[in-house]
């Protein structure tokens, strides 16, 4: 599986490493008391920028990425396009969308793809 769009923006070696730093994170806040209770200090009202400001020293590539993916659409010309490439359509239930949950249903639709995305990372890495 070849991701063009990552490709755009990262390099092999970068990919990898956002992986690698991905786990780093998820480990350290599963073995690491401190910062399994800085992190759950988070609320409602801690922006992406002030969360991810705290980790962008330890996982600066994951950052840069996470970035990325909660980058706001310029314009509906955008939204429309990622919308029928994804297969939806705004309809009744969809017209009072707030970007949050806008931004949930696109990351959501993109779980299964993120998956085998991890998955080949990692195949690519134990190959000799």
């Known amino acids: 599986m070849q991701d063009i769009r990552l ?6 070696d970068q990919i990898i490493c956002i ?8 480990d350290a806040y599963r073995r690491e008391d401190e ?3 800085f992190v759950d200090n988070f ?9 991810w400001k705290s980790f962008v020293d330890r996982v600066p590539l994951l950052c840069q990425f996470a970035g ?8 509906t010309s955008t ?14 239930y969809r017209t009072a969308l707030t970007d949050f949950s806008l ?10 793809y993120l998956k085998r995305l991890s998955k080949f ?8």
């Open 7 to 12: 490709k755009e923006f990262f390099t092999e």
């Open 19 to 26: 992986n690698d730093e991905f786990k780093l994170l998820r």
């Open 35 to 37: 910062f399994k209770r």
């Open 43 to 51: 609320d409602h009202k801690t922006t992406f920028t002030e969360a």
């Open 68 to 75: 990325g993916l909660a980058s706001v659409f310029p314009g």
């Open 79 to 92: 939204v429309e396009a990622d919308f029928s490439v994804i297969g939806w359509e705004k309809d009744e």
């Open 103 to 112: 931004e949930g249903i696109l990351h959501s639709k993109q779980y299964e």
């Open 121 to 128: 990372v990692e195949d690519q890495k134990a190959v000799p």
